[in-house]
């Protein structure tokens, strides 16, 4: 009995729970498949047609079109102006262009002479005075260029300082010039008074270095690396502040130089320089005069500092100018030393011989480096790492050190030789530079002169200079 009751209870309860899951599994597939469909049906509804918008936004459509519209209109005018561009650089090319340079450089001097020396020479009184005040325009038509510079500090007011036009980039010959300009001679004496380190010139180039002629010079560098440079020209020997020369008798000079750089780092800021030059030079009046003040100088059209060594006027026809020269650089520290002879074939005095020469030291503070320019074998434009006062990247201005150097040298021109007795002097400068930015800067010079003159005896002369410079 107890056998048939479980054979009948055990089917019924198993088919109902067969049947149960069935039924179950049923709902949750109904389910699944109503919100799938559910799903797809909404997807291509949102694919099949568009939200509108709501009343008063923009039709975010419309706006695209704008845009692109907006676009095609901007590409347009880029192109227009492109265009424009190139047709006047087109037109520009064939037209010279015009530059601008200017240099303004205002000096204050006090002086103290000892009695020997005042009793000889008078008293030379302090003062202040614009050293330099020019102004220049240059530029090129492709291959030619010009230079039309003016200075309105020196005794012409205005004095014709560079003024010459030529052609550049002269296969076999470089560049050309014709005009007033400097002529080749002396590292000292070509690289321009903006670059130099002290307030003036050493005593050797006052005495000796030819200054700007009126001539014809030729100029080139040497070797795909510009290792060297070689320069000559063919001027007249009596050029005054207007490049005027006048007179019966010959006074051709052909003047030469050539530099070489041993070796020159990439950086630039290590290199070895040397150079000689040679001028052989008719004197046109029939005499010639080597004179020099110290290291300073007061007034440019009636100069206050004396000339403390002087030959007077020397009969002769012909001289020659020797001079080697040589510049080392090793980051912040500088070298620089020149030597000059001067042979005088006198009328009356038979074979003089004159000499000079200057030791110059300098070294930066804060890192920066003198700059060379291979074009020419001279110095160029010392940049501030850090300038005094600039524009900030973001509003307002950044303040820095700016550069600061210090430097001394040592000169002699020894103008004794034979009969004439010009004297010789030895000048001490002990100078600090302050560069503001690369374009203006604050000079610091202190001089102390020697002067040993073979009649009156010793005597000295100190100078403490200032000077505000700013050009462009």
Not at 25 to 42: H, I, M, R, V
Not at 353 to 373: C, I, K, N, P, Q
């Amino acid at each position: 009995m107890t056998c048939r009751w479980l054979l009948r209870f055990v089917p019924i309860r198993f088919a109902c729970f067969v049947g149960l899951s069935l039924a179950v599994a049923g709902w949750f597939a109904s389910q699944c498949t109503a919100q799938e469909f559910s799903e797809a049906t909404q997807e291509s509804e949102f694919a099949d047609t568009t939200v509108p918008p709501e009343p008063g936004a923009a039709d975010p459509w419309l706006e695209i079109g704008a845009l692109r519209n907006r676009l095609d209109q901007l590409e347009s005018a880029n192109a227009t102006r492109k265009a424009a561009d190139a047709t006047k650089k087109a037109v520009d090319a064939k037209k010279p262009t015009v530059k601008w340079s200017g240099e303004l450089q205002a000096d204050q001097y006090w002086f103290n002479q000892d009695e020997a020396n005042k009793a000889q020479f008078g008293d030379v009184e302090n003062g202040s005075d614009f050293r330099r005040a020019r102004i220049a325009m240059f530029g090129d038509y492709g291959p030619s260029e010009y230079r039309l510079e003016m200075d309105f500090a020196q005794s012409g007011r205005p004095t014709f300082l560079d003024v010459w036009a030529g052609f550049k980039d002269i296969p076999g010959l470089g560049r050309i010039r014709v005009g007033h300009f400097f002529e080749p001679f002396s590292l000292e004496r070509l690289t321009s008074n903006r670059f130099q380190t002290y307030m003036e010139r050493s005593q050797v180039d006052q005495a000796f270095a030819p200054a700007r002629n009126l001539g014809v010079g030729a100029t080139n560098t040497v070797g795909e690396e510009e290792v060297g440079t070689w320069a000559i020209g063919l001027f007249n020997n009596n050029s005054n502040a207007y490049g005027d020369a006048t007179g019966d008798r010959f006074a051709g000079v052909v003047t030469g130089r050539v530099t070489w750089l041993p070796w020159f780092n990439d950086r630039g800021d290590e290199f070895l320089h040397l150079g000689f030059a040679s001028s052989y030079r008719h004197t046109g009046t029939g005499f010639v005069q080597f004179q020099a003040e110290s290291e300073a100088r007061l007034g440019a059209n009636t100069p206050n500092v004396p000339f403390f060594i002087n030959t007077g006027k020397i009969a002769a026809r012909t001289y020659q100018l020797f001079g080697w020269e040589a510049a080392l650089v090793k980051g912040p520290f500088s070298l620089q030393s020149e030597v000059t002879l001067t042979p005088v074939e006198s009328t009356y005095d038979g074979g003089l011989l004159f000499y000079g020469w200057y030791v110059d030291a300098s070294y930066f503070l804060t890192g920066e480096h003198r700059v060379y320019r291979k074009e020419f074998g001279v110095f160029d434009r010392v940049e501030p790492a850090r300038p005094f006062l600039k524009f900030a990247d973001t509003d307002g201005v950044e303040f820095g050190p700016g550069a600061w150097q210090v430097a001394t040298r040592l000169s002699q021109v020894d103008l004794n030789s034979g009969a004439i007795q010009g004297g010789r002097q030895t000048d001490l400068t002990v100078g600090l530079n302050w560069y503001l930015d690369p374009y203006t800067r604050v000079y610091f010079n202190y001089v102390h002169a020697m002067i040993d003159q073979p009649v009156d005896g010793s005597s000295t002369c100190d100078s403490l200079a200032m000077r505000f410079s700013f050009d462009f």
